[in-house]
Each structure stands twice: as C-alpha cells, then as structure tokens.
C-alpha cells in the first residue's frame, strides 16, 4: 500500500508540477498582452483629448496667441477618476500657457519621422503619478508659421483600477483551472491506480499454502496482462513447491524401509548368542546397507535432476560415440560380477549433440544400470549410437525380464515398479532419464514385446554439426 501511495503522489506531482508551470506561463502572457493593451487604448485616448486641444487652441488663437478659454477647458479635461492638466509650449518647450508642473519631454529626431509615433512619457505632478502625452503642431499667424507642443497629463488611477482587474479576471480563471486541473487528474490518478489496489488485494489473500491463479475475469483489463504474468509464475512456483514436498514425502518412505530393516536385524543379534546367526544378520545388514546408499544415490541423482535444477544447466556441444563409449566402461566391473556381456556396436564416427556432460554422464549410467540390474547372468547388454532420419539415436539393449506394456506407461513414474521386478531399487532410475531427456530435448522410445526377450531403450537427440 505504501508503494502504491508513493507512486500516486510521485504521478501527481509531476502531473502538477509542469501544470503550475504551464499556468503561470500563460497567466503572465495573459497579463503582458491585457496590460500593453489597456496602455495602448489609454495613450490613444489621452493623444485624442491633446489633439482636440490642440484645435480648439489654433482657434483660439487664430489672430493672436492666447490660452485657450478655462471653461473649455474645464469642459474637456472633466474626468471622474483622474485629474487631467494641460500646458502649451513653444518650439524650444518654453511653457506658454496652462500648469507648468507638467513635465516635458523632448522627442527624438528618429522618433519624430515615425506617423504613428506618440510622444508618451510617466512622470509626476506634486507627486501623483502621471502619464504625459506631448504633441507638436503647426500654427500660422499673420503669415508667420511657428511649432507648439500641446501637453496633456493624466493621474493614472483609472489605468491601475484596470490593470488589477485585469490581474483578478487572469489568476481568478486560473486557479479554478488549477483546482479544476487537481481534482481531475486526482480522481483520474485514483481510478488509474485502482486496478493495482485491487491486484494488491488479491496478492495479499495468497499464501505459499495458497498458490491458486487469480480469477482473470475480475481482474482490470489495464492489468490483465501483469496478472496473467504472475499466475503463471506462482504456478510455477506451486509445482515446484509440490515436486520438492513430493521428493521429501517419496524419499522418506524410500528411505523408511531398508532403515527399519537395518534396526530390526542390529535388534535380533543382539537378541542371540551364536555366532552363525549373528554373521548372518549382519550379512543382512551389509546388504541393507548397501541397498540404502544406492537409494540415497538415486534421490541425491534425482534431486539433481528436478526441473528447478536443470534450468542451471549449460549445454555444450560433445561427441556422443566417444562419449557412450566412456560411460559404458566405468560400468564393466558391475557387469562382470553377472558375467554379462557389455559392450559397444555403434557407429565410430563422432556424432555431436549439444549436452551436459555431467547429467548425460547420468542419463546412460542408468540406462545401463538398469539393464544390468534386470538381465539374468551370462546375459548381453548392448550400446550404440547412430543417425536415424537426421537424429542422434543413442540405444541401449538388452535380453533381460522385459518390461510388460501395460507397465510401459508407468516407468517414468518416480518410485514405480513393476509387478514383475524382483531386483532390489527404488524406481527412480528412469524417472531420472526422462527428466534429462526432457532438459536435452531428447525422444525416448522403448521397444520391448513378449514375443521378444529382452528391453531396448531408443534416446534420440538433436544432430548438430561438429566443431
């Protein structure tokens, strides 16, 4: 929950962030273009007022230079909320007429040429802000033509109500878009996180006692795929739970039964007093013995070869006729002690297959050991490798018991054995063949018939070039 909460204010954040940002971008264009505006229309309006001064003066002084009348003035100059004063100067701006505090400022020669150019300036007047507008005009008396400056300054108390309602009417809609923008994407971010809160849900009902896949059809579509993803993991996951707790609870029993032998046999010499008997229970025990540690093998071999295991393993490319030929020596000796015949008839030339030199050492040792375990003496046992329809094919034969059909489905099974077997193992043998088989992936066929003595195992691999 704690992550998930940190992701929402980690989204949130940097969905508000660049928000503020984008919003005090605009609200300041807003701002410059609303206020170059509102400046714009007053020093237009104030240029117009100067001009309409500026005839009425010409009129006035058609004849001879004088102020202009003051009720006209006092008519035209009247403003609500802004003081307005006026002045008249001649060419070199020496003041004429009018108040003399307003300020004046001499154009630029450049400034002067331009049509549209307004001679504007800020200024103050006893110490009120103005805004001053100063324009020249040309008047002719009795034939004689000279330059005045007409000036007309206003208080700006009216310019600056504008501009702070420019400022509400700019952050008031942007702070409703902003607190609009945060509940939005706050709701938004909710309902997007929700699937993962119901998903967390989920998870958190599980147990290792509780592998069950999480039901897809109440599942958010925005997360089914994740979902699919994690029930294929804890199936994996409960498979493997369920094959280690199965390999404990099959090598438990396994291990139960020549144990339990070994005490009985230890408790009943213990229990006599002649020699015979006691040398007999302790071949007993020998034999007990040496049975246990072969099953320990066998589960130790198969503990290996358990699916978690095998995905460890690196495959790399061997010669499997020489390979073969190796592995069935180091089993001659088991061989001898039936006087069976073992030995190798394949192909000479190498056939390479990409393998685990470790665990196919396993997968033919018991092969082998299971054909010598289940020929009778003086038997045969024979290997072989060679191509058959572009595949490696390695076989081992022998003219043992056989393996009944009905029996044929059932031998990869761990601990399984036959009604037929009377030899001494714990029927993990094959299974450890085929659990290799499957990580090289090798076929395993088996040709055995009852009007056929004797068991052949056919393992085919992948040809690949050699080296």
Same mark, same amino acid.
């Given at each position: 929950?704690?992550?998930?909460?940190?992701?929402?204010?980690?989204?949130?954040?940097?969905?508000?962030?660049?928000?503020?940002?984008?919003?005090?971008?605009?609200?300041?264009?807003?701002?410059?273009?609303?206020?170059?505006?509102?400046?714009?229309?007053?020093?237009?309006?104030?240029?117009?007022?100067?001009?309409?001064?500026?005839?009425?003066?010409?009129?006035?002084?058609?004849?001879?230079?004088?102020?202009?009348?003051?009720?006209?003035?006092?008519?035209?100059?009247?403003?609500?909320?802004?003081?307005?004063?006026?002045?008249?100067?001649?060419?070199?701006?020496?003041?004429?007429?009018?108040?003399?505090?307003?300020?004046?400022?001499?154009?630029?020669?450049?400034?002067?040429?331009?049509?549209?150019?307004?001679?504007?300036?800020?200024?103050?007047?006893?110490?009120?802000?103005?805004?001053?507008?100063?324009?020249?005009?040309?008047?002719?008396?009795?034939?004689?033509?000279?330059?005045?400056?007409?000036?007309?300054?206003? =208080? %700006? /108390?009216?310019?600056?109500?504008?501009?702070?309602?420019?400022?509400?009417? +700019? *952050?008031?809609?942007? @702070?409703? #878009?902003?607190?609009?923008?945060?509940?939005?994407?706050?709701?938004?971010?909710?309902?997007?996180?929700?699937?993962?809160?119901?998903?967390?849900?989920?998870?958190?009902?599980?147990?290792?006692?509780?592998?069950?896949?999480?039901?897809?059809?109440?599942?958010?579509?925005?997360?089914?795929?994740?979902?699919?993803?994690?029930?294929?993991?804890?199936?994996?996951?409960?498979?493997?739970?369920?094959?280690?707790?199965?390999?404990?609870?099959?090598?438990?029993?396994?291990?139960?039964?020549?144990?339990?032998?070994?005490?009985?046999?230890?408790?009943?010499?213990?229990?006599?007093?002649?020699?015979?008997?006691?040398? =007999? %229970? /302790?071949?007993?025990?020998?034999?007990?013995?040496?049975?246990?540690?072969? +099953? *320990?093998?066998?589960? @130790?071999? #198969?503990?290996?070869?358990?699916?978690?295991?095998?995905?460890?393993?690196?495959?790399?490319?061997?010669?499997?006729?020489?390979?073969?030929?190796?592995?069935?020596?180091?089993?001659?000796?088991?061989?001898?002690?039936?006087?069976?015949?073992?030995?190798?008839?394949?192909?000479?030339?190498?056939?390479?297959?990409?393998?685990?030199?470790?665990?196919?050492?396993?997968?033919?040792?018991?092969?082998?050991?299971?054909?010598?375990?289940?020929?009778?003496?003086?038997?045969?046992?024979?290997?072989?490798?060679?191509?058959?329809?572009?595949?490696?094919?390695?076989?081992?034969?022998?003219?043992?018991?056989?393996?009944?059909?009905?029996?044929?489905?059932?031998?990869?099974?761990?601990?399984?054995?036959?009604?037929?077997?009377?030899?001494?193992?714990?029927?993990?043998?094959?299974?450890?063949?085929?659990?290799?088989?499957?990580?090289?992936?090798?076929?395993?066929?088996?040709?055995?018939?009852?009007?056929?003595?004797?068991?052949?195992?056919?393992?085919?691999?992948?040809?690949?070039?050699?080296?």
């Amino acid at each position: 929950m704690k992550n998930v909460l940190s992701t929402r204010k980690l989204i949130f954040q940097w969905i508000l962030i660049p928000l503020v940002v984008i919003i005090l971008i605009d609200s300041s264009f807003l701002f410059y273009q609303g206020d170059k505006l509102r400046q714009e229309t007053f020093d237009k309006d104030l240029a117009e007022t100067a001009k309409t001064l500026a005839v009425i003066f010409k009129k006035t002084s058609s004849k001879k230079i004088r102020d202009i009348d003051p009720n006209t003035i006092s008519l035209l100059l009247s403003e609500p909320h802004d003081e307005m004063f006026y002045a008249i100067r001649d060419s070199k701006g020496q003041f004429m007429f009018g108040n003399p505090k307003v300020p004046y400022q001499e154009a630029d020669a450049e400034n002067l040429a331009d049509k549209d150019f307004l001679n504007v300036f800020s200024d103050e007047i006893d110490g009120k802000g103005v805004r001053v507008v100063s324009i020249p005009i040309e008047h002719a008396i009795r034939n004689k033509i000279a330059t005045y400056h007409i000036q007309l300054a206003e =208080t %700006r /108390l009216q310019r600056e109500e504008i501009q702070r309602q420019i400022i509400f009417w +700019i *952050i008031i809609p942007q @702070l409703i #878009l902003l607190v609009s923008a945060m509940i939005l994407v706050r709701f938004a971010i909710t309902r997007g996180l929700s699937p993962i809160l119901f998903l967390n849900e989920k998870i958190s009902s599980l147990s290792y006692k509780n592998l069950s896949p999480i039901d897809l059809q109440g599942v958010p579509k925005e997360v089914d795929r994740l979902v699919g993803s994690l029930n294929n993991l804890m199936q994996e996951l409960n498979l493997s739970i369920q094959s280690q707790n199965r390999f404990v609870s099959d090598a438990a029993h396994q291990l139960r039964t020549p144990l339990a032998g070994i005490l009985a046999q230890i408790e009943l010499a213990l229990d006599t007093q002649e020699a015979s008997e006691i040398q =007999t %229970r /302790l071949k007993n025990i020998n034999e007990s013995s040496k049975r246990l540690i072969h +099953i *320990i093998n066998q589960l @130790l071999s #198969l503990s290996k070869s358990q699916s978690p295991a095998l995905q460890h393993s690196e495959l790399e490319p061997l010669d499997l006729v020489t390979f073969t030929k190796k592995v069935t020596s180091t089993l001659l000796p088991d061989a001898d002690l039936k006087y069976i015949d073992l030995g190798y008839e394949g192909s000479e030339e190498a056939l390479n297959i990409m393998a685990d030199e470790a665990r196919l050492y396993d997968l033919i040792h018991n092969l082998i050991d299971n054909a010598i375990k289940y020929t009778a003496d003086h038997g045969k046992i024979t290997l072989a490798v060679d191509l058959k329809d572009s595949k490696v094919r390695l076989t081992v034969e022998d003219n043992g018991i056989g393996i009944p059909e009905e029996d044929q489905t059932m031998i990869y099974e761990r601990f399984y054995r036959g009604d037929n077997v009377n030899a001494a193992g714990a029927g993990v043998g094959l299974a450890i063949v085929k659990e290799i088989a499957d990580l090289h992936n090798a076929r395993i066929e088996i040709d055995s018939r009852q009007d056929k003595k004797g068991t052949r195992f056919y393992v085919y691999f992948d040809a690949i070039a050699p080296k």
